[in-house]
């Protein structure tokens, strides 16, 4: 082992967990949605899932006390953590000391500069993201179109599902949708409740989204085409033609776009696939 080496001990145990806690005076933040990975096997999991090699460059959200964050960087990964909790970066310092490809950024996830964090070239993003907070997270880091190649994510079983439902499922919505325009997606890992220090109330998964070069399907016009979706789901018991009418689209246009399409108007907007948004939204343009 050379001299300047340093041992890091395993944060990603409830012994460590308790023992950093105590140390700091910490609480977990209901508030933040805050819940402390302590499952060595799960932190593996993760970063086997994003396919992390030497060199990577890796956008955390919320680090915490630097479990993940560990793991990232002990497989080679340089990593960037964003942190909204301000008592936490003190933490870091300290669990995270002697890693020299680790750099944080205090702040709001929804509110930095990405690319200025990230700057230029590819990176992967990996993170247990706070529940209360998921969707939002997801469909920002989608929809700015950044330099994202993987999204890896520990999220609530039921947004898992949602994020990989198929047309006609009770999962299946606007999520759905906009994950697979965007993405591959794929549910990785199962997580207890057990695997978290304090243990939450619901199930958690870990989900791959590998970002597609190109989306899913072709639109003529993107924010349409979303605005079709948005609609067509706002309102789940109303059959399609109701749903865009009450979504604000003109009744005869409606009729007219959904002739066209060759989608039956009495069929709801959770029996629709990609392909026939697309068409639905092409027509509607």
């Given amino acids: 082992m050379a001299a300047n ?79 909204l909790d301000k008592k936490l970066p003190t933490v870091l310092a300290e669990t995270l000391k002697g890693y020299e490809r680790f750099t944080l950024v205090p702040g709001d996830i929804l509110k930095v500069d990405i690319p200025a964090i990230m700057g230029e070239g590819p990176f992967k993003v990996v993170a247990n993201l706070p529940y209360y907070i998921t969707t939002p997270i997801l469909m920002t880091l989608l929809e700015r179109r950044l330099s994202i190649t993987d999204m890896v994510t520990m999220v609530q079983k039921e947004v898992a599902d949602r994020m990989r439902a198929r047309p006609g499922s009770k999962d299946y919505g606007s999520l759905s949708v906009a994950v697979q325009y965007y993405t591959e997606v794929e549910k990785v890992l199962a997580v207890p409740p057990r695997s978290f220090l304090p243990a939450p109330e619901v199930d958690s998964a870990v989900v791959a989204c590998r970002v597609r070069m190109a989306p899913a399907v072709a639109v003529q016009d993107e924010k349409l085409f979303f605005r079709v979706v948005r609609a067509a789901f706002g309102q789940r018991r109303k059959t399609l033609a109701n749903a865009l009418k009450g979504g604000g689209f003109q009744p005869e246009t409606v009729v007219n776009a959904l002739a066209k399409a060759e989608i039956d108007p009495k069929r709801r907007g959770e029996t629709l696939s990609l392909e026939e948004f697309a068409r639905l939204s092409d027509e509607l343009a």
């Fill in 5 to 83: 080496e340093v041992i890091h001990p395993n944060i990603a145990s409830r012994e460590a967990t308790l023992r950093i806690l105590k140390a700091f005076g910490l609480h977990a933040s209901k508030r933040l949605g805050q819940n402390f990975l302590i499952d060595p096997g799960i932190v593996n999991g993760i970063v086997r899932a994003a396919g992390i090699i030497e060199g990577d460059r890796v956008l955390e959200i919320g680090p915490g006390i630097g479990t993940l964050t560990q793991g990232l960087l002990e497989a080679g990964a340089h990593v960037t953590a964003v942190e």
